[in-house]
C-alpha cells in the first residue's frame, strides 16, 4: 500500500524558515513527479511546487517562486519543502502528492495529474 507521509508543519512568524518532510511508503516513484500543494480555510487546494523523481527538474508557482525550493533525497525516499521568509499567506495544509508527469507539463499545477496524497501537515504563519 503506498503511502505518503508529511511532517514539518508547526506555527512559524512571519519570515521564519520551516521545512516540510513527505516520506513515501510503498514503492519508489520511477518516472514520477512529486508535488506540495496548501489548501488555506475555505479556499481551493493549491499548487505550490513539483520535482521530478528521477530527473530533478522543478517547477513553482509564481507565489512561492525565490522563496520556496523543493528537492527529493532518494536514499530516504522523502521529498522535502525548504519554505523560506515566510508570509501569513503562506497558511494552509501542505499536501505531499505524486503524479505520473514531469513538472514541465503544463497541467502540472492541477491536482487531478496526482494519483497519491498524503493527509497534510498544518503550517501556520502569524504576522
Given at each position: 500500500q503506498v503511502q505518503l507521509a508529511e511532517s514539518g508543519g508547526r506555527v512559524a512568524q512571519a519570515g521564519d524558515s520551516l521545512r516540510l518532510s513527505c516520506t513515501v511508503f510503498g514503492r519508489t516513484f520511477t518516472g514520477y513527479s512529486m508535488a506540495w500543494f496548501r489548501q488555506a480555510p475555505g479556499k481551493a487546494r493549491e499548487f505550490?511546487?513539483?520535482?521530478?523523481?528521477?530527473a530533478g527538474s522543478t517547477a513553482y508557482a509564481d507565489s512561492v517562486k525565490d522563496?520556496?525550493?523543493?528537492?527529493?533525497?532518494?536514499?530516504?525516499?522523502?521529498?522535502?519543502?525548504?519554505?523560506?521568509?515566510?508570509?501569513?499567506?503562506?497558511?494552509?495544509?501542505?499536501?505531499?502528492?505524486?503524479?505520473?508527469?514531469?513538472?514541465?507539463?503544463?497541467?502540472?499545477?492541477?491536482?487531478?495529474?496526482?494519483?497519491?496524497?498524503?493527509?497534510?501537515?498544518?503550517?501556520?504563519?502569524?504576522?
Amino acid at each position: 500500500q503506498v503511502q505518503l507521509a508529511e511532517s514539518g508543519g508547526r506555527v512559524a512568524q512571519a519570515g521564519d524558515s520551516l521545512r516540510l518532510s513527505c516520506t513515501v511508503f510503498g514503492r519508489t516513484f520511477t518516472g514520477y513527479s512529486m508535488a506540495w500543494f496548501r489548501q488555506a480555510p475555505g479556499k481551493a487546494r493549491e499548487f505550490v511546487a513539483v520535482i521530478s523523481w528521477s530527473a530533478g527538474s522543478t517547477a513553482y508557482a509564481d507565489s512561492v517562486k525565490d522563496r520556496f525550493s523543493i528537492s527529493t533525497d532518494k536514499a530516504k525516499f522523502a521529498v522535502y519543502l525548504q519554505m523560506d521568509s515566510l508570509k501569513p499567506e503562506d497558511t494552509g495544509l501542505y499536501f505531499c502528492a505524486a503524479g505520473f508527469l514531469r513538472p514541465s507539463n503544463d497541467a502540472r499545477a492541477e491536482s487531478r495529474m496526482y494519483n497519491y496524497w498524503g493527509q497534510g501537515t498544518q503550517v501556520t504563519v502569524s504576522s
